[in-house]
């Protein structure tokens, strides 16, 4: 049965989007704020409910959508065996300068791979962490089930991913000049559609995870100007269209909303809210 009030998600095309990533790798770190932010909220609820029953390491940990490799040096520490995996080269390239590997490190360490097409065995993971990655799977129903596959009996997978209704009030304000300008909004918007946290946890209960914890947090980023604030949203990948083709801004539509996005600044600037989804869900 399909969920009820589901967005309507389509599929991502993989290549563009670890060229697009690729290609911000360099850059990433100065502008992605949110990740940074999610990351520390999620370390957090990984200390509480994922390695409080132990005082050893977990055997092996999974680094879902590593990225630059922000959080390797603290989940390593969590961890007697850390891999990191992500579907962009540029991204791994960077993790490798980031935590400073050199040469001779380990080449598991980072694994380039599609989150969609995991290359990893049966239970061999004891612990699996993703930090705002796995909005990217176009199967999140069966990125779950692999996942769960992937985990051993009685392992924890700890995740943040983007829910629907996030990169506001942007989203707002592009769909109200788009409705003006007689647009077609589903082609047009720029914003992708997301689950809903309701949607996540159901997927959850369909492939037999047992739900520990669930959360759904605003996270708001002040900008001084739009320009910097559409940086942000590039530098992370957020404006990247769901299919082949991408439509770029135009000059009028980004003078249209430099200007309505000025109702919206207050004395810290421009908003930008996020709507962050977290879960543990344990393999039991």
């Known amino acids: 049965m399909p969920i009820r009030n589901l967005p309507m998600l389509a599929s991502y095309d993989k290549q563009a989007v670890a060229q697009r990533f690729s290609y911000c790798a360099a850059r990433y770190n100065k502008l992605a704020d949110l990740q940074q932010i999610s990351a520390s909220i999620l370390l957090d609820i990984t200390a509480a409910y994922a390695t409080q029953t132990t005082l050893q390491p977990v055997s092996q940990l999974l680094d879902l959508g590593c990225g630059p490799g922000n959080q390797t040096a603290a989940l390593k520490r969590l961890s007697q065996q850390y891999v990191g995996v992500d579907i962009a080269?540029?991204?791994?390239?960077?993790?490798?300068?980031?935590?400073?590997?050199?040469?001779?490190?380990?080449?598991?360490?980072?694994?380039?791979?599609?989150?969609?097409?995991?290359?990893?065995?049966?239970?061999?993971?004891?612990?699996?962490?993703?930090?705002?990655?796995?909005?990217?799977?176009?199967?999140?129903?069966?990125?779950?089930?692999?996942?769960?596959?992937?985990?051993?009996?009685?392992?924890?997978?700890?995740?943040?991913?983007?829910?629907?209704?996030?990169?506001?009030?942007?989203?707002?304000?592009?769909?109200?000049?788009?409705?003006?300008?007689?647009?077609?909004?589903?082609?047009?918007?720029?914003?992708?559609?997301?689950?809903?946290?309701?949607d996540w946890r159901k997927w959850a209960d369909d492939t037999k995870f047992t739900c520990v914890y669930q959360e759904q947090r605003k996270i708001t980023l002040w900008f001084h100007d739009v320009a910097t604030l559409m940086r942000s949203v590039s530098a992370i990948g957020a404006d990247q269209q769901r299919g082949k083709r991408q439509k770029k801004m135009g000059a009028r539509e980004y003078a249209d909303i430099c200007r309505e996005y000025e109702r919206f600044r207050a004395f810290e600037g421009l908003p930008l809210t996020y709507e962050i989804g977290y879960l543990v869900l344990r393999n039991e």
């Not at 969609?116 to 962490?129: K, M």
């Not at 993703?130 to 779950?144: E, R, T, V």
């Open 89 to 198: 080269r540029g991204m791994l390239e960077e993790a490798v300068k980031v935590n400073a590997l050199g040469s001779n490190s380990p080449a598991e360490l980072f694994i380039q791979a599609d989150m969609d097409n995991l290359p990893f065995a049966t239970a061999q993971f004891e612990l699996i962490f993703s930090n705002l990655a796995m909005q990217w799977s176009n199967y999140p129903k069966q990125l779950l089930a692999d996942l769960k596959r992937i985990l051993q009996p009685g392992g924890t997978l700890v995740f943040s991913t983007v829910l629907n209704d996030s990169l506001q009030p942007l989203d707002a304000i592009r769909k109200q000049l788009m409705q003006h300008a007689s647009m077609n909004l589903n082609e047009n918007a720029g914003v992708n559609a997301q689950p809903y946290l309701r």
